[in-house]
């Protein structure tokens, strides 16, 4: 009992302290003259009260309760950020039926004509030929495009009068009038046989097609004769001069038949040479077995310069065989144009940017404009050429032929054309930290159950919010915009198509998740919304003002899409990307000069090469000297090795080789870009990081592109921008911030710029050291950089599961066997055939499709008014394909356990 009580007088005596003033604590005193406690005692019952002298007994007594100490005052909430305003609203945006109902039918696998089969079956059975022996005459794949071939006065090419003789303009207005009606049906069918090519590639398709294009070549032959006869010169209408201009150029069709069939016969001869030319690798002896397409990886990862120069060297030599059908290349050349009207091929080449024709003069010099261009660009060109250059001291060792102030070898650019320098990105770009935007992209996209439509459809809302009109419902239920797995689709190159009949405008792409084909989505839109509103002009009006313009548009309209303030709004990157980092600028920037702007003078060089060369300047001797001479003029770079005039170094090149026409298309294209860009956004607006666009920002665009070609390229420039001639300012403009880290960095270092020097070369200390591969890395690659076997890797793709990227797809590596299921391939270590799966050869392969639907939401209800809030919205589901992902797996591994 006392020791309770002395519990509770501790207690108390501690509460007591809490409530009194806190005094000066007395001195200590020795122990024997300390006060004595008070001795207590307790009666039963009776209260007491503590006092200061201590506990103090008597009736009615009472122990005071001390107060309990005053709670402290919350700390006041912090009001959390608000999440910033999205620049669009789109809810504001009129939702509307997407043809998903179409789409999943669309989807489903082919069903198998069994009774075609089984007729085929008997027929081998009873004759060992599947071919039917009974049926005579000849047989079309295409009987429908066949069927227009003289159908009406138009194919007619006899009883022609001479040329220029029929000058009566009503006449011409009327014959016109009926080639437009004859050639939209020609047209048509070469849409509809494409289409079907395309997106099932058959043997029999491509029959169909390739019959169809024979057809319209037929047409364009004799319709090209037959508008010769027209004085064009007294026609008084602009619009019919045009139109008349455009049925009489022939261009290289003018040939006679043997030299057209030698025109073909000289570039396929240089096709197959650069397909089949093999060489040794360094030190390794016959048989060569080295292709072009085995030594792009080659290039990318070897750091021996000395391997890389044999290789170089090797294959230029190999495809020296070429050079005399380039020559005669060049010759017939000069002969079509002179047919067309044209001093030479340049000439007629330059025409579809000056305007000239047979009876008109260039509008504009266009070989002047491209130097002024130039001009513009090189200052940059040299500090991006100085960096690169120094940082290639470092990645190669400082190797043999590489100097700090004059032209590099061309073997060190990271692969074996040497145009792409970004192959070297990772190894030199200016700051470890990258955008998370393609990350944060795919996660939103993966957690609101997007499907590669959706990308579309939110695209379309944009350009909707923009002032563009709705597009016929006919786009959403014809277009492909992922790949079907149950046919074999060309999926490459993406594509807008006018199936030139009222309303039938499409899209092909096989998009997957991700930023790059998100950018597509809009890329191909604004090209569709280009078709769909020049559709009411004449048929021959019916095309954009230029290639160059499309394709300028299409790329202003893709960097678009990747403005901060956008994605935003469509709920793709969380509020932290809207300020965007200094660093983060500077490498994509970077990575994007290598990658595109770093070609720009070579376009230039290989043009004014070919000029040289029709015009007759360059002879056949000094072919390959010129070639090298110009490019270190424009470009800083030099051979591997001394000049052999025996070679043609740039046959190695597929722009010159493979592509026979102007490559400064590309140049004027990407100045474009800008030009369209700046006019397109505000005042002020930093165009590396682009803008929002609104309704009235794309009113000159949107009226430009009504008139289709029945302008120029150049009053389509002017009516978009304002300014009617090339202009390279504002590429600058949109570089500044990786320009300004260049001139410091370079100024830092002491880095010669330009490359006219004595070839002084880099002092140990001068060479810098590079990032090692991985270092500074991106982490795992997201879902639309990677690839699987037999999936395509043409845009750097990287391959998975034992495969690698032969420059177009995924194969297997060596010692393994390719097993085809379905549309799916897995390599093996064992031949499929011995364990009785197929013959080896993909005859006989295991059907499984993936039964997946993509589905968007029914349109909502169309709100009665109008709010300025964002909303959630009902994300789409996409329906799981787990079971036949289980299955495939569950096979794969019998397969490997068979194999094994």
Same mark, same amino acid.
């Given at each position: ?152 006065? %138009? ?90 201009? %455009? ?654």
């Amino acid at each position: 009992m006392r020791i309770q009580f002395s519990l509770l007088l501790l207690i108390g005596a501690a509460l007591l302290a809490n409530t009194q003033e806190i005094k000066p604590k007395p001195e200590l005193l020795p122990a024997d003259e300390a006060p004595k406690d008070p001795e207590v005692s307790f009666s039963e019952g009776e209260p007491f009260e503590l006092t200061d002298s201590g506990l103090d007994s008597s009736k009615n007594a009472t122990i005071p309760v001390a107060e309990p100490a005053p709670e402290p005052e919350p700390e006041p909430e912090v009001a959390p950020t608000p999440e910033p305003e999205p620049a669009i609203k789109f809810d504001n945006i009129e939702s509307e039926d997407y043809g998903d109902v179409a789409e999943a039918v669309n989807v489903q696998p082919d069903e198998l004509n069994t009774e075609v089969i089984e007729q085929l079956v008997d027929r081998f059975l009873n004759t060992g030929s599947i071919e039917n022996k009974d049926k005579k005459g000849p047989t079309y794949a295409n009987p429908v495009a066949q069927a227009l071939v003289g159908s009406s006065d %138009y194919w007619k090419t006899d009883l022609l009068q001479e040329a220029g003789s029929i000058k009566d303009e009503e006449r011409i207005k009327t014959w016109l009038a009926g080639y437009e009606v004859e050639a939209i049906k020609v047209l048509r069918e070469v849409a509809l046989s494409g289409w079907r090519y395309f997106n099932n590639a058959s043997p029999s398709a491509k029959m169909a097609l390739d019959e169809a294009e024979d057809v319209l070549s037929k047409f364009v032959r004799s319709t090209s004769m037959q508008a010769k006869q027209f004085d064009v010169a007294s026609v008084s209408d602009e619009n019919t001069k045009r139109q008349l201009g %455009y049925i009489a150029f022939e261009g290289m069709s003018a040939l006679a038949p043997s030299r057209f069939e030698e025109f073909g016969q000289a570039q396929a001869t240089i096709n197959r040479d650069l397909k089949d030319s093999t060489v040794c690798d360094k030190d390794v002896p016959p048989p060569c077995a080295l292709q072009k397409i085995d030594m792009d990886s080659i290039f990318r990862n070897e750091k021996d310069p000395s391997r890389l120069q044999h290789l170089w060297v090797s294959y230029v030599t190999s495809i020296a065989k070429s050079k005399q059908a380039y020559s005669n290349l060049i010759q017939i050349s000069n002969e079509g144009a002179k047919l067309n009207g044209f001093s030479d091929a340049g000439a007629m080449w330059r025409s579809a940017f000056d305007m000239s024709s047979k009876n008109k003069k260039p509008v504009f010099d266009l070989k002047k404009q491209i130097d002024k261009i130039y001009s513009t660009i090189q200052p940059f060109y040299q500090l991006l050429h100085a960096y690169i250059r120094r940082q290639l001291s470092g990645i190669y060792s400082n190797p043999a032929g590489l100097s700090k102030d004059g032209a590099i070898p061309a073997h060190l650019f990271g692969s074996l054309e040497g145009g792409d320098w970004a192959a070297h990105y990772e190894q030199t770009k200016p700051f470890d930290e990258e955008s998370e935007t393609p990350e944060a992209m795919l996660a939103a996209f993966n957690s609101q159950n997007y499907t590669t439509k959706q990308m579309f459809v939110n695209a379309y809302r944009y350009f909707k919010s923009a002032g563009f009109p709705k597009l016929p419902k006919t786009f959403w239920t014809s277009s492909i915009f992922a790949r079907v797995w149950s046919k074999d689709m060309i999926c490459q190159p993406a594509a807008a198509l006018d199936m030139r009949a009222a309303n039938d405008f499409r899209v092909k792409a096989c998009a997957q998740l991700g930023e790059p084909d998100f950018e597509l989505a809009h890329s191909l839109l604004i090209q569709t919304y280009y078709q769909f509103l020049y559709k009411d002009q004449s048929l021959l009006f019916r095309e954009p003002a230029s290639p160059v313009i499309s394709e300028a548009i299409a790329d202003a309209f893709a960097h678009l899409s990747t403005n901060p303030h956008y994605l935003y709004s469509h709920k793709l990157v969380p509020s932290e990307h809207l300020e965007i980092k200094d660093s983060v600028i500077i490498n994509k920037l970077y990575k994007e000069s290598l990658e595109t702007f770093a070609k720009l003078p070579f376009t230039i060089a290989a043009d004014n090469w070919r000029y040289e060369l029709f015009e007759g300047k360059v002879p056949a001797a000094k072919m390959n000297d010129r070639w090298w001479e110009i490019r270190s003029q424009y470009e800083g770079i030099r051979s591997p090795q001394p000049y052999n005039n025996s070679n043609l170094d740039a046959l190695i090149h597929t722009a010159v080789s493979q592509v026979h026409s102007p490559a400064t298309k590309t140049l004027i294209s990407y100045v474009l870009k800008f030009q369209i860009l700046k006019a397109l956004c505000p005042e002020g607006t930093i165009l590396s990081e682009g803008c929002i666009l609104s309704e009235d920002t794309t009113e000159k665009l949107r009226e430009t592109m009504k008139l289709g070609s029945s302008i120029t390229w150049l009053k389509a420039l002017e009516m978009i921008s304002g300014k009617g001639e090339l202009d390279a300012e504002p590429l600058l403009e949109y570089y500044e911030p990786l320009i300004n880290w260049l001139r410091n960095t370079n100024e830092i270092d002491q880095v010669v710029i330009g490359w006219d020097g004595q070839g002084t070369p880099f002092t140990a200390e001068e060479i810098p050291k590079t990032r090692q591969p991985g270092d500074g890395g991106n982490g795992l690659p997201s879902e639309d950089r990677v690839a699987f076997p037999g999936g395509e890797c043409v845009n750097g793709q990287e391959c998975l599961l034992d495969s690698h990227c032969n420059g177009t797809i995924c194969v297997c590596n060596d010692g393994l066997y390719t097993l085809e299921i379905g549309n799916t391939f897995n390599c093996v270590p064992s031949n499929p055939a011995d364990s009785g799966f197929g013959d080896g050869k993909g005859g006989l392969v295991i059907g499984l499709f993936n039964n997946e639907k993509e589905t968007t939401p029914e349109p909502e209800p169309e709100p009665t008014a109008k709010t300025t809030t964002t909303s959630s919205k009902v994300p789409r589901v996409r329906a799981s394909s787990t079971s036949s992902r289980y299955i495939l797996a569950l096979i794969c591994s019998i397969f490997a356990v068979l194999f094994l």
